[in-house]
Nanobody
């Protein structure tokens, strides 16, 4: 089992920045990728960003490309989501996710991930 704890959410104004953190514990040695998803009220949970744990390759949704940056600190088993130039449409609960290894699903798919954090609220006011 892997436990994930997110932190760093909050209320900000449009144009501001926030950094989310996701600390992983437990059986992290088999982890291939960590990802971030978000869910706005009345909408489905959508992919935001992902990072391959060993090589560091990153993936982004088009809606956040150029504004958000995902990174990881392998020594701390922690991933980060730096969010700049925030917009009201970024308002959502943000979830981090981790896998147990490679799957047949792409890294942008919810089905790829086995473990989820509890979520952290990000609210961007206009």
């Amino acid at each position: 089992q892997v436990q994930l704890v997110e932190s760093g959410g909050g209320l900000v104004q449009a144009g501001d920045s926030l950094r989310l953190s996701c600390a992983a514990s437990g059986r992290t040695f088999s982890m291939y990728c960590m990802g971030w998803f978000r869910q706005a009220p009345g909408k489905e949970r959508e992919f935001v960003a992902a990072i391959v744990w060993s090589g560091g390759r990153t993936y982004y949704a088009d809606s956040v490309k150029g504004r958000f940056t995902i990174s990881r600190d392998r020594a701390k088993n922690t991933s980060y989501l730096q969010m700049n130039s925030l917009k009201p449409e970024d308002t959502a609960v943000y979830y981090c996710a981790a896998d147990r290894g490679r799957t047949r699903f792409g890294l942008t798919a919810r089905a790829h991930y086995d473990y989820w954090g509890q979520g952290t609220q990000v609210t961007v006011s206009s």
